[in-house]
């Protein structure tokens, strides 16, 4: 059930941007909970900083989508922050909320210790956005520009998908490897978005896992950093996603259903007889962007935020 807060709700009949942040990761690697983590340089969390960035750039709506447990703490770290006429919505990503008919493929959801992923965690918010919208995730620091460029896209047709994305070297971490999607980009197009795991320096050399194949890869490569944007159509697109993959992989307990991935599936029909049709802009961000993966990351983390953003 959403949670609403909000000073007085926005005009809806006025073009109005949405920025749907998925803060229900478990935080496994890191050991806790990074949504709450008080990394800036008055002690924000990334997610206060992107809400910051994204208001600056005309964004007039948020949702929030988390775990039951985090939905008081978010409240009271949100009531008093955020600029009257701002409508601010939290809601739960549930394990049970599915397309119909999924009870006849696996009979309930007790078999799962984790989230069914990022494109479940999206589709989590589909009664919530009713307009173009942007999704981060809560844990990560992007910058005042990669939401102006978002904002900039929509201005021009409000319809289009879209992605930020960042140079691979500008998103490692010292502490361990990370997962990153690889992006294929042309005539600022994306053309593929690849899912890469234990991406880090081996022997001098950069390089991850593709497919199960440990391989080289370039630090100059864009990558994918969870910074989308939609039209309101992606629903529909995560309601077939999530049904093929409850299909193949619903009695798994861990298997995810990646954003990523269902993009690369739109991108994929293209070449195909569907009737799906996107074509997805790239832009690349004129600032960092910071992501503490592991605990030891979280000191490194605060230092290039206040270089960034302290007085």
Known sequence: MPTHLNC??????????????????????????????ELGPQGETMLELSLASAIKAGFTAAVIITRDNLIEPLEALLA?????????????????????????????????????????????????????????????????????LMADGFEQVNSRWQMVAYPLKETLSENGGVN??????????????????????????????CGGLLAPVSARVPVSMTCWGFCPDIFKILEQALNRFIATQGSDAKSECYLPTVVQSVLDSENSAST?????????????????????????VKQKLMELLGD
């Open 180 to 209: 990153r999607g690889i992006c294929l980009v042309q005539d600022d197009l994306l053309h593929s978005v690849v899912e890469w795991t234990d991406i880090g320096w081996r022997d001098g050399q950069l390089m991850g896992y």
């Open 8 to 37: 007085n709700n926005t005009d809806e009949s006025t073009f109005s941007l949405t920025l749907v942040i998925m803060a229900a990761g478990l935080g496994s690697r890191f050991g806790g909970d990074k949504q709450l983590a």
């Open 276 to 300: 799906i049709r996107k074509t997805v802009y790239v832009s690349t961000a004129y600032e960092p962007w910071l992501g503490v993966t592991y605990p030891q990351d979280s000191t490194w």
């Open 80 to 148: 008093d922050k955020l600029p009257c006429g701002f409508k601010l919505d939290l809601c739960i990503q549930q394990m049970d909320d599915l397309p119909s008919g999924w009870q006849t493929v696996i009979a309930n959801t007790d078999h799962r210790v984790k989230p069914w992923g990022t494109a479940h965690a999206l589709w989590s918010a589909r009664a919530l956005v009713k307009g173009p919208m942007v999704v981060i995730n809560a844990d990560d620091y992007y910058g005042d520009s990669a939401f102006q």
